[in-house]
């Protein structure tokens, strides 16, 4: 079984609390996984995140080999009300 463990920062955290609070509905499979990677999470301070770690809104090169095969951002998808929503 793939560890559970994960690096967040507190911005990042706070935004997926709010989410577990008030975003998601009681039922949501989504909620029930949140809560467990909340739970097993190391919050840090930006500053202190490890250089091979992707937060939200990092971008980043991936290679395949030794050829870049392409760009990524990560980012918190938003609704139309404009608050945070999950990804599915």
């Known amino acids: 079984m793939k560890s559970e463990h994960c690096i967040l920062t507190t911005k990042e955290h706070s935004i ?24 097993a999470a190391t919050v840090v301070l930006r500053n202190n995140v490890p250089a091979d770690v992707a937060t939200l809104n990092s971008r980043l090169v991936y290679r395949m080999g030794t050829v870049s095969a392409g760009y990524a951002s990560f980012v918190m998808p938003i609704s139309r009300m404009g608050r945070a929503c999950s990804c599915r």
Not at 21 to 38: A, C, I, V
């Open 16 to 39: 997926l609390e709010a989410m577990l609070q008030h975003g998601l509905d009681r039922n949501d499979p989504f909620k029930r996984l949140l809560e467990r990677k909340l739970a």
